[in-house]
């Protein structure tokens, strides 16, 4: 007897066909799918009464093709259903989805012990489709895969009705050999309805991974959990980094364990996992994953360009980076004047006002003697390769006509088709008066008057009767000019422009006639607003003012709230009675016990081995170049990432040094990485490793998301708050703090050379050897040829290379300036010469607008002429410190300030920060470690102190137990003074 399906199992039967059929997912590959037939299936049932096969259309019109049998009153049953033929393809392992529905007997009223809740899945293979003319069923051809039984059958609702429940079963077919294979289902008296069939293999789909393309790739079935190797491709305009690129496919389709990768080729760059060209205008002159860069200045490039070619009349030299800018010959020298002397004849020139845009400029001075038949020769070969810009001439004939030639040439200059641009001057020897007037001094200058001073020569040849001073305009210099007398040897030139640029000479005249002029000397005007030059005495007094007295409440106040970390670390030092400074030779630090010293790798012979001790060696395949960030003096400046073993990636920057070059510069490069491997510091920028057994050779830093600190403040004027502005001073102070410890001094702290990160912390950099020489940009040429940053540096290191942590405070000072103006650049346009002289005359900078008080009068200590006079960084630290925990302390404005009295009796400097500042100022610092071993660690208790308790603490001479305690008693009076104001902070 044949049971049917009751009507309402063939309702839930024909579902629609989007409920029987998932989306194939990509790494599939689908030999059969009932779903998926349009026509017959051609499937055979054995017998033929067994299994029925049943068509409808779904909703799209598309045939379901389903099966059914449920012979379930009947023993011994024996239903097959065969499919046809399928073609295996590539697979050696197939997996077959069935859907289904399979009632269970305890549901069907009526059956016996013949119901069964299970079917059989067979298959058998063959090369090719079962002969038509023989359909029998040979059952022991077939191997069996599994009994299948259901997951879920008919349940019995509440509401009595019954839902279906659809079974999905896979199983996995195989290893199969033969080209193709049938599958069949023996039924032996279940209630089944088979509503589709999907027969299909897996494969790891074709992929692009890191720039490389992965083909199609079927896995292995040897082994399930055997993984195939697949190498791959690079993709156009790529190739292969040190690894050739390689995936492995899993068994189950996925893509695993890339390893290798491939970057794009030169004037390519990475663009959605593929290598497009860079665009016109740009360029990329080394393979790997960083952006194209913008033609430097100068140059253009097509597409694709891995360098960008200079405009007509620019050129590079073979030794310039493509990241230079392209450059031409420089314009002619100007103003070539002459002077002479009895024994020398002076040449001497004004730079060209181009330089062609570069920095290696030098001079070619001809000379040639003319006849009077007016024909001249060379006098003598070309001097070459001249620096400066004056010349002493010292053979040449009493009687003679001369023509000289000054040319300008630079790096370019020979590759430039043309002749180098020359000024020349002619000069008869005969007619030519000895200038009688020396260099040219400017003694002050205001908005409209400038003040000179000159020497005579020290013997005269005849007494001078009085002098010619000649002057105008520099920038209408062919146009007109005046000229004044004076019989001493200065004059005030009144009547000029405000901001204004005037060149001057003068001559002196004698009985025996005029002199020649003295070499011209080009002093500007003040600005009609600020007069910042004319008046530095009087800024300096008005700044002084300001801060006065009252303000030097504020300070003293301060004072007796430092305690901590400096006394500490004196006292720590006491106690093994070491010396408080370093003391070192030629940068060779003799270290002592307990601090770690700096050692300056030039002191090794072997400067490979200073890199070897002090740096990190990194596998360059852990750093990912990401784009230039800029342009350092030895190369590229990037930004990537570096994978750590164990840690995840962290941004870093990544200096690299160009290709080409000599054994010198890679020591030069490398001597910031041994210098800054030494240091570990919150506050200083941190080395992560270096690259040297591969190119390009490289130094890892940390990266710091808000650059540097000039450019930040610049960009986010008046944004920040007092304290904000504080805590970096601090940080840049802890840092300076830290690096005077270990004996090291930087030499060109400024805020272009800190850089921040992204929380506003302050890191100090820039520990180049080089930054002496070429690199920082405010370096200017001292009268000895050495390159320094002016604005920034102590008049002592300008005078006679006195650098240390002292000369590092001074810049300490300025940059606090840049910090609390937001970047404005001090003493604004004044010129080098101009700021050296206001310095020596003792101007310094006034106050930024919404200074503190607190932070002017620091800035006013760090620039003592006397440098022991300066702070140590630790006492500012800790100043800062106080500060910040004490905002209110910064609410006192330096322009609130301004007139108030000072207060009678205060002096404006010095004032102390610490114990040791104090006995510093009193030249007594040689007992510093008597106080504070004697408990006396704050300035107020040393206010309480009488020469007994002085000479308790062992100050043994009586002058200096005098002039200590005479020196106690100004500071007892302010702080009284403080109290009784019930100054707070
Ligand atoms: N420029 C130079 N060094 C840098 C760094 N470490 N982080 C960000 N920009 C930089």
Redesign the pocket.
Known sequence: MRVKFPVMFRLLVLLPSALLTEPVRSNEVVLLDTTAVLGELGWRTYPVNGWDAITEMDEQNRPIHTFQVCQVMEPNQNNWLVSSWVWRGAAQRVFVELRFTLRDCNSIPWVAGACKETFNLLYRESDTPPNHTDQRLHPADYAKVDTIAADESFTQTDLGDRVLRLNIEVREVGPLSRRGFQLAFQDVGACIALLSVRVFYKKCPSTRRNLALFPDTVPQVAASSSLVEVPGRCVAHAEEERDAPRLYCGADGDWLVPLGRCVCSIGYEEDHGLCTACSPGSYKSFVGNIRCSKCPTNSQSGPASPVCTCEKGFYRTHSDAPSTACTRPPSAPRNLLFSMNDSSLFLEWAPPLDSGGRRDLTYVVRCWRCGAAGSCDPCGDAVQGLSSTRVAVQDFLSHGNYIFQVEALNGVSALANRRPAASNISISTEHAKPSLVGAIRREWASHTSIALSWHEVEQPPAPILDYEIKYYEKEREHQSYSSLRSQAARVIVSGLKPSTLYVFHVRARSAGGLSSFSLKAEFSTAAQSAEVVGTRGSVLVMALAAVGGFSLLVILTLFLLITGRCQWWIKSKMKSNEPRRTHYHNGHVVPFAGVKTYVDPDTYEDPTQAVHDFTKEIDPARIRIERV??A?EFGE?C?GRLRSLGRKETA??I?TLKGGYTERQRRDFLHEASTMGQFEHPNI?HLEGVVTKSRPVMII????????LDTFLKNHEGQFTVVQLVVMLRGIAAGMAYLSEMGYVHRDLAARNI?VDKGLVCKV?DFGLSRMLEDDPEGSYTSIGEKIPIRWTAPEAISYRKFSSASDAWSYGIVMWEVMSYGERPYWEMSNQDVILSIEEGYRLPAPLRCPVALHQLMLHCWQSDRNLRPHFCDMLSFLDKLIRNPSSLLTLVEDMNGLAESPGSPDYPFFISIGDWLDSIKMSQYKSNFIAAGYTTLDSVATMCIEDVRRIGVTLIGHQRRIVSSIQPLRLQLLQAQHNNFHI
Not at 701 to 708: A, C, D, L, P, R
């Open positions: 960030i800029g350092g400046v930004s870093v920057a200096k920028i830093v940390e990266y710091m998301q808000n650059g540097s850089l950099s």
